[in-house]
């Protein structure tokens, strides 16, 4: 029982330090470039919640630290200017666009393996927040 309990305070504690993750507020490099690296893996994207300003170029550089699930990243937001959809690596890979319309964008891995939860499902996504 004893076991129980630490074990369901471990799972609400690791629970809650999640949900309260402060957004990652990108900064403007000199060049006029919102710069942020992600980390996609078993299920998570790190970090969580970017927040951009609208109207200024992003630059994501993504990378996977999964060696053998393959993982993918995924923003549909063709509304804002944004269609990315491309598989990761270990290797980092670099995502380029300018984020047209104030809004909270969805990142996710769509990969899914038959009569399995989705990656989506079990964690693995994000929020690109555009802002002015
Ligand atoms: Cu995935």
Do not use: W
């Amino acid at each position: 029982m004893k076991t129980l309990l630490t074990f369901l305070l471990i799972v609400m504690t690791a629970f809650c330090s999640m949900a309260a993750e402060p957004p990652t507020i990108v900064e403007i490099d000199k060049d006029g470039v919102q710069r942020v690296e992600m980390l996609g893996s078993e299920y998570f994207f790190k970090p969580g919640h970017i927040v951009v300003k609208i109207n200024v170029p992003v630059e994501i550089k993504v990378r996977k630290d999964a060696l053998i699930v393959p993982h993918d990243f995924v923003i549909s937001a063709p509304e804002a200017g944004i269609s990315i959809n491309e598989s990761l690596s270990r290797d980092p890979k670099t995502f380029f666009f300018t984020p047209g319309k104030v809004g909270k964008y969805p990142i996710y891995c769509s990969k899914k393996v038959p009569f399995m939860k989705s990656h989506r499902e079990k964690g693995m996504e994000a929020l690109l927040e555009v802002v002015e």
